[in-house]
């Protein structure tokens, strides 16, 4: 008995080494793909908005109501036409007062120039006198002048692109009541990493996407690159030409995709298939690791310089646990 179990314990562990070595033989299992002769494009992402070459906001720099407003948005207006009105009502009774010391002071100089003439009134005192008018007439002047800022009016002959706040409301310091502007030609202009500003350069094509034209091919051209950065945010602000016929629409947003250079009939692979700059070809019933040397990259191709060709099989996606030289199955070719 104590043979006979022994013999079954001998077989059962020979079973499970050849059924070990048997799985172990087994080859892994691999898609491969054929690179593919295409464009390559290095692209820079950007994101920006829609704005006019020419505008201007128009914002109070008193914080007031408004009386008066124009009925405008959407219509042409010249240089200095009124846009709105402000109440000026407290400004205005302190410029009376004003006037009435001024009016006040004029006499006072007047009745001591007769009596210097005189000789009835001391020089101190007549200076004294026109000192005191001198200083209420910079005071009238500069309340007119405050008078007038509460007169809205249009910066620069244009479109009222977009009129806010209603009669009656207290208009905010630095709220923008109207954006006066020319409604052509149009820029997008956007934010670029410092890191990718060295590669933009002015005359360079865009290619857009905006949600409301999804179905539209959009172009741009980089048209200014701001000489200084914001350190804050760590971007270069860049403004690209808009097309005359362009349908994007002042304010909207758009991603931007600056062109850096084109790679014509590159030998294109999927990224997918790549861990940095290593893949996997098969050879025979084996993959073999490969280093190789790459161009551009992109989200739909890799640009290949050297280290396969266009018949090699490139197993995708990289296998990460598969050993250099180990025996492999394919189970489907890839069309890229």
Same mark, same amino acid.
């Given at each position: 008995?104590?043979?006979?179990?022994?013999?079954?314990?001998?077989?059962?562990?020979?079973?499970? *080494?050849?059924? !070990?070595?048997?799985?172990?033989?087994?080859?892994?299992?691999?898609? &491969?793909?054929?690179?593919? /002769?295409?464009?390559?494009?290095?692209?820079?992402?950007?994101?920006? =908005?829609?704005?006019?070459?020419?505008?201007?906001?128009?914002?109070?720099?008193?914080?007031?109501?408004?009386?008066?407003?124009?009925?405008?948005?959407?219509?042409?207006?010249?240089?200095?036409?009124?846009?709105?009105?402000?109440?000026?009502?407290?400004?205005? *009774?302190?410029?009376?007062?004003? +006037?009435? /010391?001024?009016?006040?002071?004029?006499?006072?100089?007047?009745?001591?120039?007769?009596?210097?003439?005189?000789?009835?009134?001391?020089?101190?005192?007549?200076? /004294?006198?026109?000192?005191?008018?001198?200083?209420?007439? *910079?005071?009238?002047?500069?309340?007119?002048?405050?008078?007038?800022?509460?007169? @809205?009016?249009?910066?620069?002959?244009?479109?009222?692109?977009?009129?806010? !706040? +209603?009669?009656?409301?207290?208009?905010?310091?630095?709220?923008?009541?109207?954006?006066?502007?020319? $409604?052509?030609?149009?820029?997008?202009?956007?934010?670029?990493?410092?890191?990718?500003?060295? /590669?933009?350069?002015?005359?360079?094509?865009?290619?857009?996407? =905006?949600?409301?034209?999804?179905?539209?091919?959009?172009?741009?051209?980089?048209?200014?690159?701001?000489?200084?950065?914001?350190? &804050?945010?760590?971007?270069?602000?860049?403004?690209?030409?808009?097309?005359?016929?362009?349908?994007?629409?002042?304010?909207? =947003?758009?991603?931007?995709?600056?062109?850096?250079?084109?790679?014509?009939?590159?030998?294109?692979?999927? $990224?997918?298939?790549?861990?940095?700059?290593? @893949?996997?070809?098969?050879?025979?019933?084996?993959?073999?690791?490969?280093?190789?040397?790459?161009?551009?990259?992109?989200?739909?191709?890799?640009?290949?310089?050297?280290? &396969?060709?266009?018949?090699?099989?490139?197993? =995708?996606?990289?296998?990460?646990?598969?050993?250099?030289?180990?025996?492999?199955?394919?189970?489907?070719?890839?069309?890229?």
């Amino acid at each position: 008995m104590r043979r006979i179990r022994w013999t079954v314990g001998i077989g059962l562990v020979a079973a499970a *080494a050849a059924f !070990g070595a048997w799985y172990l033989w087994q080859p892994a299992k691999v898609s &491969v793909v054929t690179p593919q /002769r295409g464009d390559a494009a290095e692209i820079v992402y950007a994101s920006g =908005s829609v704005e006019p070459r020419t505008w201007a906001k128009v914002t109070p720099v008193v914080r007031e109501r408004i009386v008066q407003q124009c009925n405008c948005e959407g219509s042409r207006v010249a240089q200095g036409d009124v846009l709105a009105k402000l109440d000026d009502s407290e400004a205005r *009774a302190v410029l009376g007062e004003l +006037e009435a /010391r001024q009016a006040l002071a004029q006499e006072e100089l007047r009745r001591l120039t007769v009596l210097a003439e005189r000789r009835a009134a001391s020089q101190q005192a007549f200076d /004294r006198a026109q000192s005191e008018l001198g200083q209420i007439e *910079a005071l009238v002047a500069g309340q007119k002048a405050r008078l007038d800022t509460y007169v @809205l009016r249009a910066p620069s002959a244009g479109v009222v692109l977009r009129q806010d !706040g +209603e009669v009656g409301e207290v208009a905010e310091l630095g709220t923008v009541l109207f954006w006066v502007g020319e $409604p052509k030609p149009l820029l997008v202009v956007a934010e670029v990493n410092e890191e990718d500003i060295p /590669r933009v350069e002015v005359g360079q094509r865009a290619l857009l996407k =905006s949600d409301a034209f999804l179905s539209q091919n959009l172009e741009a051209v980089v048209d200014s690159i701001t000489p200084k950065g914001d350190p &804050v945010t760590k971007t270069y602000r860049v403004r690209f030409r808009l097309p005359d016929d362009t349908p994007l629409r002042i304010g909207m =947003s758009t991603d931007v995709n600056i062109v850096i250079r084109v790679a014509k009939n590159a030998l294109l692979i999927p $990224p997918a298939a790549m861990d940095a700059n290593k @893949l996997f070809v098969v050879e025979g019933d084996n993959a073999r690791r490969r280093e190789i040397r790459t161009g551009i990259r992109g989200t739909n191709g890799v640009e290949v310089l050297s280290g &396969v060709d266009e018949k090699a099989r490139v197993i =995708s996606p990289y296998p990460a646990d598969l050993a250099d030289g180990g025996r492999v199955g394919i189970t489907a070719a890839q069309e890229r």
